[in-house]
């Protein structure tokens, strides 16, 4: 156990064990091939209410294996968080913005196109990184005081910093936070944009657990996370969409945050809503396990679309690799191998039809489910059943509970 990296309380309370879980970028050549594994285990903080994972896995051991992995965040928003850090005061054209990792190009490109200056961080020259596939795991690693003093010294200090999609990687919360801060001179500004759990806790996905996620915000705990952390929020909003909405916060470097105390009642609804979504998932396991077990045996063979690491955490941690013939992706490189954890064959989408799968448990990204859909039409006017694996889908896979 450790204290809790954003308020240092040390009462933090345990939510679920779930033992030795798989490094879900790491695809196996055979299906005996030997594997890394880290325990899984999620707490909450009885002080901040912060869900946390209690026993991170050591940076260099999520690096991926190879080059191809790719991870997308959602960027409809990101026109509107350009407009609103353009007009921020103090910043004009040429105004210097920097990005700490690639998530951050496509937000830094729309500020370069309203006339600021622009770079990102990079990997070698900056932080010292010379191993091939590392991202934003090694960059929360390697970026602390000591090294965002000596970018600076050789780059200057920028008037805006954008750090998208990192912080919820962060072993040391409170020196990340200070380190990308110190890249930004007096009176500049830092963002920082995070997904919100707060829906995936409330409908008890378990997708939203990740092993390389070493804390899970709700719009409470990153707001209290950032001010414990020294920042003050200039500016918070919470861009919606369908299954996890992005938190963006902006801070300012002169305007020093106090330390705030969750509210009692705010804290309250924090632990209810993590204590119930680390209950329900025995619940949900066994659901998923009985439904499955009697669609096999009355109409025919499963299959899961998509091969990332949501599949990877859903059928890991449910414990559904018994139930499942095969993963289907059409990404070239994932297949021939094997889902880490889980040990099952990665095929081709047209396995669906030549295998004679009967339900497609849909495991790709939510916001692309339709065009998934509509590619395999084939599959569906052959009798063959498309659901979603995630409860906020309007395919979500409904399971009739008897009478």
């Known amino acids: 156990m450790r204290n809790?990296?954003?308020?240092?309380?040390?009462?933090?309370?345990?939510?679920?064990?779930f033992g030795?879980?798989?490094?879900?970028?790491?695809?196996?050549?055979?299906?005996?091939?030997?594997?890394?594994?880290?325990?899984?285990?999620?707490?909450?903080?009885?002080?901040?209410?912060?869900?946390?994972?209690?026993?991170?896995?050591?940076?260099?051991?999520?690096?991926?294996?190879?080059?191809?992995?790719?991870?997308?965040?959602?960027?409809?928003?990101?026109?509107?968080?350009?407009?609103?850090?353009a007009s921020l005061p103090g910043l004009k054209p040429g105004a210097v913005c920097v990005g700490v990792s690639f998530k951050d190009d496509t937000l830094v490109a729309r500020m370069q196109q309203r006339g600021f200056s622009t770079w990102r961080l990079e990997m070698e020259r900056d932080l010292g990184i010379t191993r091939k596939g590392c991202g934003v795991e090694s960059i929360q690693a390697r970026l602390d005081g000591a090294r965002a003093a000596a970018i600076t010294a050789q780059r200057g200090h920028a008037d805006l910093v954008i750090a998208r999609h990192i912080l919820e990687h962060a072993h040391d919360l409170r020196g990340f936070i200070a380190a990308v801060r110190a890249l930004a001179k007096p009176g500049g500004y830092v963002v920082f944009e995070v997904p919100d759990c707060t829906l995936?806790?409330?409908?008890?996905?378990?997708?939203?657990?990740?092993?390389?996620?070493?804390?899970?915000?709700?719009?409470?705990?990153?707001?209290?996370?950032?001010?414990?952390?020294?920042?003050?929020?200039?500016?918070?909003?919470?861009?919606?969409?369908?299954?996890?909405?992005?938190?963006?916060?902006?801070t300012r470097t002169d305007a020093n945050a106090m330390p705030t105390t969750m509210t009692r009642e705010t804290l309250a609804s924090e632990q209810s809503r993590a204590r119930a979504f680390a209950a329900s998932l025995s619940v949900r396991r066994d659901e998923l396990r009985g439904y499955l077990?009697?669609?096999?045996?009355?109409?025919?063979?499963?299959?899961?679309?998509?091969?990332?690491?949501?599949?990877?955490?859903?059928?890991h941690l449910v414990g559904l690799a018994e139930f499942i013939e095969f993963l289907a992706d059409d990404n070239p490189h994932k297949q021939n191998h094997f889902l880490p954890g889980a040990r099952l064959p990665i095929r081709g989408s047209a396995s669906l039809l030549t295998e004679n799968i009967k339900l497609c448990l849909l495991a790709v990204s939510p916001e692309a489910e339709p065009k998934v859909i509509a590619r395999n039409c084939e599959f569906?006017?052959?009798?063959?059943?498309?659901?979603?694996?995630?409860?906020?889908s309007r395919n979500a896979l409904v399971i009739e509970k008897p009478a």
């Open 380 to 392: 569906v006017e052959r009798g063959g059943r498309i659901a979603s694996i995630f409860p906020a």
């Open 200 to 250: 995936a806790f409330d409908l008890k996905d378990i997708t939203t657990l990740w092993e390389e996620h070493t804390v899970y915000f709700t719009p409470a705990t990153f707001q209290g996370t950032v001010a414990t952390g020294g920042a003050a929020l200039v500016n918070f909003v919470i861009h919606p969409y369908p299954f996890e909405n992005c938190l963006v916060g902006v």
């Open 4 to 17: 809790c990296p954003s308020c240092q309380a040390p009462a933090v309370e345990l939510l679920r064990d």
């Open 293 to 315: 077990a009697d669609f096999r045996a009355r109409h025919g063979k499963v299959a899961v679309l998509g091969a990332g690491h949501l599949a990877c955490t859903w059928i």
């Open 20 to 85: 030795p879980h798989p490094i879900c970028n790491r695809y196996l050549t055979a299906a005996d091939a030997p594997e890394f594994t880290h325990p899984m285990v999620i707490g909450q903080c009885g002080a901040c209410g912060l869900v946390q994972t209690l026993d991170p896995v050591p940076a260099a051991e999520l690096v991926p294996a190879v080059d191809w992995i790719a991870y997308n965040e959602p960027e409809g928003h990101l026109d509107a968080v350009a407009e609103t850090l």
